[in-house]
């Protein structure tokens, strides 16, 4: 681990012209909220957290905070959560792009300026995990991305539903005059029922499959539900991850590479995912001055075949990814431990 001096609490010490000082008057406002002195002097994770009435993709997050501190309590650190602006696709005005930047400098600067030696990132809907990767590479301190996990779908007669491919498209029936005002009443009730992300390969998921590919998630954890208990166990092995990441540095700008941005441009293109991820994608890695041409994008494509049948592209939701990528090969318990002991 690094030096104690620069550690924890006495990472990053505001300036009154002594540092001991400094640090005394820090553990003594810590203090005022209940923690031991033996809980001070250990090494701090930062979880940047964003839950928001006005995000319903979120609305799981204070669950999912309590296993990420387990994990990090369990490795011996001391986590400390923060808030940063979240991004509810739907809610914002004129459009949750406009915000996207603002939620990356937000990010970005409470990690520059507040003592923590490693940070979870909590995010989920469209716009906040780009926000958050493009923050957390600017401020180059080992970080790592925890997604919220797509939604369960719903049913509609004999029809599955999931926000928001099925969205468009019973809408369209409705203007044409194929489903009436009650019918689509019924379906606006059951179009999102759960926590988490929309349930297709959209911006939000493709974004979190990103994330994994990139290497700035843990392996396998892109695509477990919201209300998963995998999901859970999924943060607890965030919060331990961020604690090794600690004892053995490991900066964004060591992960985010050339060759991890291409591994990516690759997974995108296997999924049939968001056009929007080139936007975002483009935003991370310029953030550590890697360029992306589309000229790049044009030549992956034509060696890339698309893999997977997934909403918008194809006809399954995101659970059907899940159970096809974790249960056929493994318990979905077993196969989180060997991937987050790695």
């Known amino acids: 681990m690094s030096d104690d001096r620069e550690q924890g609490l006495a990472r990053g010490l505001t300036n009154y012209g002594d540092r001991d000082f400094s640090l005394y008057l820090r553990r003594s406002f810590a203090s ?20 928001s009435g006005f995000n319903n ?44 930047n603002l939620m990356s400098m937000d990010s970005e600067e409470m990690i520059r300026a ?3 030696d490693a940070v979870v990132l909590m995010g ?17 301190l080992p970080a ?3 997604v919220a996990g797509p939604m369960m779908t719903s049913r509609h007669g004999d029809e599955r539903l999931g926000a928001c491919t099925d969205c468009r498209r019973f809408w369209g029936k409705y203007r044409a005059g194929d489903i009436d005002s009650h019918e689509i009443g019924a379906i606006e009730g059951r179009l999102a029922t759960t926590a988490g992300t929309c349930a297709v390969m959209g911006t939000a998921s493709t974004m979190a499959c990103i994330a994994e590919a990139l290497g700035m998630s843990l392996p396998g954890t892109a695509a477990i539900p919201a209300v998963h208990a995998d999901r859970l166990r999924a943060a607890e092995a965030t919060g331990e991850a961020a604690v090794r990441l600690i004892a053995n540095p490991i900066q964004p ?42 000229t790049w994008l044009n030549e992956l494509s034509d060696t890339t075949p698309v893999l997977v049948n997934l909403k918008p592209v194809g006809q399954h939701y995101m659970e059907d990814f899940f159970a096809s990528t974790i249960w056929k090969t493994s318990s979905p318990p077993a196969a989180l431990a060997r991937c987050c002991a790695n």
């Open 253 to 294: 700008s060591q992960v985010i590479t050339r060759n991890s941005v291409e591994n990516a441009l690759r997974v995108l293109l296997a999924l049939g995912g968001s056009t929007n991820a080139i936007i975002h994608l483009t935003a991370i890695a310029g953030r550590l001055g890697i360029d992306i041409p589309l």
């Open 124 to 140: 989920g809907c469209d716009k906040t995990v780009p926000a958050q990767l493009m923050g957390a590479a600017s401020a180059d």
């Open 32 to 51: 005022s909220m209940g923690y031991s002195r033996e809980a001070l002097s250990k090494p701090i994770v930062g979880v940047a957290y964003t839950p």
């Open 114 to 116: 507040q003592p923590m």
């Open 144 to 146: 790592i991305q925890l």
């Open 57 to 100: 993709c979120h609305r799981h997050f204070p669950e999912l905070l309590d296993a990420v501190k387990r994990g990090v309590l369990a490795a011996g650190a001391l986590p400390l959560e923060f808030p940063t602006i979240s991004l509810g696709e739907v809610f914002l005005n004129p459009t949750s792009l406009k915000f996207r």
